[in-house]
C-alpha cells in the first residue's frame, strides 16, 4: 500500500510538474505572439506613416509643380500682353509716321503747284506786259505813218523818200503785228511757241528812221 501511494505521489507530482511546463510554455507562447503581433502593429503604423509621409510629399510636389504652372502661365499671359502692347505701339508709331509723310508730301506737293502757278502767273504778267508795250509801240508807228503822209502831203520834194519810208513803215508794222500774234501762241507756262525777230525788228527801224531823217534833209 505504500508502494503503491508512494507511485501515486511520483504520478501526482509528474503530472503537476508537466501541467506547470504546460502552463508556462503556453504563457511564453502566448507572449511570444503578442510581441510578434505588436511589432507587426509598430511596422504597419511605421509603414502607413511612410506611405501617408510619402502621399503627402507628392501631394506637396504636385501643389508646388501646379503653383509653378500658374505662376509660368501669368508670367506667360503678362508677357504676352507687353509683347501685344509693344506691337500696338510699334503700328501706331509707323501709322503715325506714314501719315506725317503723307501730310508732308501733300504740303510739299501743294507748294510746288503754288509754286507753278506763281511761276505761270508771272509769266503771263510778263507776256501780257510786252503784248501792251507791242501794241503800244504800234500805235506810235500808227501815228508816225500819219505824220509822214501828212509830210508827204505838204512837201513834194521829199516824196519819194517818205513814201519808200512809209513803206518801211508799214515792213516794220506787219513785223511787229506778227511779233504780237506769237503772244498769243504760249505754253501753260507762258513761254512763246514762236521765237521773236528782234534783229528783223531793229533793222527796219533804223532804215525807217535813216530815210525820215533823209526825207526831212530833203525838204
Known sequence: MKLLGSRHLRLVAVLMAALALGACTSRAAMEAEQAAAEQQRI???QEAARVAAAEAQR???AEERARQARIQEQQNLEAERRRQ???ARQEAEQRAERERQQQDAIRQAERQRQRQRQRE?????RAEAEREQKLARIEELQAQIADLEAEV???EDANSKYREAISVAEELVNALADEQSKYDNVDDQGNLLEPLAPELIADLEARK???VEEAQAAR
Open 43 to 45: 511596422a504597419a503604423e
Open 59 to 61: 501631394q506637396a510636389a
Open 85 to 87: 502692347a509693344e506691337l
Open 121 to 125: 502767273v508771272e509769266a503771263l504778267a
Open 153 to 155: 502831203a505838204a512837201t
Open 209 to 211: 528812221n535813216s530815210l
